[in-house]
């Protein structure tokens, strides 16, 4: 199929994609998961609200999925929308989408940050706990 300029098109759709945004979606719901349980775990009784408000309204206020991230007020907003996992995973979808993964990277490494960081601390206090039950006995 030839583009209006002349130039070959290349053959690409959502199919293509479909696994890289499955992955990024995966992403996504790992690193809020493990940062919930993290936060829930470590400040007991008030980490659940800590975490509703930090990935529910502060992150999906900033995510630039309703509206563009370039409309969302500079520079505070923009930066925490980049940080936090539902900013990361509406422009990982959105590059792998639309954009055939360009600029793709950065949004899947701050995902997969997020995930390993609470998974790790997870663990990391878990093992402490049993610890100092063993030491305690």
């Not at 994609?17 to 919930?36: D, E, K, Q, V, Y």
């Amino acid at each position: 199929m030839k583009a209006p300029w002349g130039h070959r098109r290349r053959a690409t759709s959502a199919i293509c994609t479909l696994p890289w945004c499955r992955a990024a979606t995966s992403r996504s719901s790992r690193a809020a998961a493990f940062t919930t349980k993290l936060l829930g775990t470590c400040l007991c009784p008030i980490g659940l609200p800590v975490a509703t408000l930090l990935l529910l309204i502060v992150g999906n206020a900033t995510s630039g999925a309703t509206i563009g991230a370039d409309l969302l007020p500079p520079p505070a907003a923009r930066a925490v929308s980049a940080l936090l996992p539902p900013g990361a995973a509406v422009r990982a979808i959105t590059d792998l989408s639309y954009f055939d993964g360009s600029h793709a990277a950065a949004p899947v490494v701050t995902l997969a940050l997020w995930a390993v960081v609470a998974a790790l601390l997870l663990g990391l206090r878990a093992r402490l706990t049993r610890r100092r039950t063993a030491t305690a006995a």
